[in-house]
């Protein structure tokens, strides 16, 4: 089973920002938290990870509490081609992801 | 560069037939995941090469599915006795080993078994 939950749906207006939250309340010492995200069709994406400090790259940035128990992905500026399903996912490096339901990302203009 | 590939894009199949799905990982990419997706779920993880070797094929739901990687490039996996609830779409996704965090997964194969 996931170790992680989602909402399963969110909308998020073009051109705002998109925070999309994930709980993994039993996350390990070890495990990463990773985000994928899924566009119609389309195998899986990576976007971003972390361990515990705070991350960004071109994509989008990952929040982390200093618990580790969740995390939230900022969108900064989301546009029509960033609606997707958004997979958080917990694991160690180089080892199989377990996706959950992930959360449905709908942009609207 | 050339992303992972998968052959056949799509795969009709009748039941009780055996199938094999393809994978062409990223050259140089050592690990080799295979998942596979039902309709409206996310990914199931079903079995994980590091190199020629299977490192954990613990998603493999049952001794129908086995898969290959003998050169430790290319994989195939096979699908025995194919049945209706086998139909989904499989995923295959390659990483690095050693400096990487990132699977890039390629398109899929649509298996259809009626």
């Known amino acids: 089973d996931a170790k992680t939950t989602q909402p399963p749906s969110m909308d998020c207006a073009e051109g705002r920002a998109a925070n999309l939250p994930c709980n993994h309340s039993t996350i390990s010492g070890n495990e990463y938290v990773y985000w994928y995200r899924q566009i119609h069709s389309q195998g899986p994406q990576y976007i971003i990870h972390g361990l515990k400090n705070n991350e960004t790259n071109e994509m989008a940035s990952l929040i982390i509490t200093e618990d580790r128990k969740s995390s939230t992905l900022i969108l900064p500026h989301a546009t029509l081609r960033d609606t997707a399903v958004y997979y958080c996912?917990?694991?160690?490096?180089?080892?199989?992801?377990?996706f959950g339901q992930g959360t449905t990302l709908q942009v609207k203009p | 560069g050339a992303g992972v590939s998968q052959t056949p894009s799509n795969k009709v199949t009748e039941k009780g037939k055996y199938v094999e799905l393809r994978c062409d990982p990223i050259?140089?990419?050592?690990?080799l995941y295979w998942y596979r997706q039902s309709l409206g779920q996310g990914p199931e993880f079903l079995i994980y090469f590091q190199g020629t070797g299977a490192a954990d094929d613990s998603g493999l739901p049952n001794d129908r599915f086995f898969a290959v990687r003998p050169e430790g490039s290319v994989s195939t996996l096979k699908i025995q006795r194919t049945e209706r609830g086998d139909s989904a779409v499989y995923l295959c996704?390659?990483?690095?080993?050693?400096?990487?965090?990132?699977?890039?997964f390629g398109p899929g194969t649509r298996l259809t078994v009626t």
């Open positions: 050259s140089g990419h050592t690990a």
């Open positions: 996704a390659s990483s690095l080993m050693v400096g990487s965090y990132e699977q890039y």
């Open positions: 996912i917990v694991s160690p490096q180089n080892d199989k992801l377990i």
